[in-house]
């Protein structure tokens, strides 16, 4: 029997969030494959990895931000000659950074928000950056995989405390214009019949936007499948499985937009999505009627040939 490095923990403020995924995931584990949790934190990461080193046959990362959703992690295994069912290095660093991974699909004619990236240290003009992106507007971390740190800003009087906010859990900061519209999101996978587009959920948030609070504290209604037109469903999916495709995406991801009139725009691009009971991506498997058990198993046989 085969055995699988389920690593989790990771650096960021969702740690334990992502123990609540590896607990989710440890359940519904494959029965023809062993699964050994690997937890781990900023001390002692490259330490446990080692050690697991030669124990494990391959390994799936699910830490939610630092050093696992940015490629860190996958680095390392690929220098320890450990195989693992996720996104590879490139892939993982460039889809965690909000801001480039935007630019990026941008230059593939994606529609994404007006925005602005700031550096830590830099001098932030709060009037000249409403002028440009106008309000409400979006202040949040560019480079950090968690839901904290990230504002909506209505006045220009809280430009500066909400980048303050932002720097404190990344380096780099995006300043981004409003879209109005439906927050839609979709799950994309391979297995063996191909790439699968998960049926879409709409986002509908008690608070400002899909913050932290909404997302785990149950501040928020997740409609899944999403409440809009057919052929919007299809340009939706359609879009989420070419970016999956030209990104180099693998195993389970997932993809946010906002649906603006009929257009859908590009919000972010999340390669270790949450995996909790009160995640999106579990939901999306039940509309879908695809047992958890099986669609990890499909993952692993199609990444892995485990």
């Known amino acids: 029997m085969k055995r699988i490095g389920l690593i989790c923990g990771g650096f960021s403020s969702e740690y334990y969030i992502s123990l609540k995924s590896a607990q989710t995931i440890q359940k519904y584990f494959p029965a023809h494959l062993e699964c050994h949790l690997i937890e781990i934190d900023q001390n002692n ?7 697991a080193a030669s124990t494990i046959d391959a390994a799936l990362i699910y830490t939610h931000g630092n050093p696992g959703e940015n490629g860190k992690i ?3 295994l690929d220098m320890l000659q450990i195989p693992y069912a996720n996104s590879g290095t490139l892939a993982s ?3 965690f950074d909000k801001w480039f991974c935007n630019q990026f699909l941008k230059g593939f004619g ?3 928000a007006q925005s602005k990236l700031f550096h830590q240290g830099e001098e932030i003009d709060a009037h000249q950056l409403v002028e440009e992106l106008g ?3 979006f202040i949040k971390p560019s480079d950090s995989g968690s839901s904290f740190g990230i504002s909506k800003v209505k006045r220009v009087e809280e430009v500066h405390a909400a980048f303050d906010l932002a720097f404190q859990e990344g380096k780099d900061v995006v300043a981004e214009a409003f879209l109005n519209g439906t927050e839609i999101t979709c799950g994309v996978y391979r297995s063996l019949e191909g790439m699968i587009a998960l049926p879409l959920t709409e986002i509908v948030s008690e608070t400002d936007f899909f ?6 504290d149950g501040k928020s209604k997740e409609i899944t499948p999403a409440r809009i037109q057919l052929s919007h469903q299809q340009e939706v999916q359609s879009q989420a499985k070419r970016i999956y495709q030209l990104l180099g ?4 991801a997932r993809i946010d937009f906002m649906l603006v009139d009929e257009t859908p725009y590009i919000i972010e691009v999340n390669t270790t999505p949450g995996f909790s009971p009160a995640s999106i991506v579990p939901q999306m498997l039940e ?3 695809v047992n958890i058990q099986d669609f990890w198993s499909a993952i692993f046989k199609v990444e892995l040939g485990m």
């Open 249 to 252: 995406l693998r195993a389970i």
């Open 93 to 95: 660093a460039l889809s």
């Open 45 to 51: 990461w490259q330490q446990k990895l080692q050690q």
């Open 74 to 76: 996958q680095a390392y």
């Open 211 to 216: 913050d932290y609070q909404a997302k785990y």
């Open 287 to 289: 509309v879908a009627q």
């Open 110 to 112: 994606f529609k994404v």
């Open 135 to 137: 309000l409400p507007l």
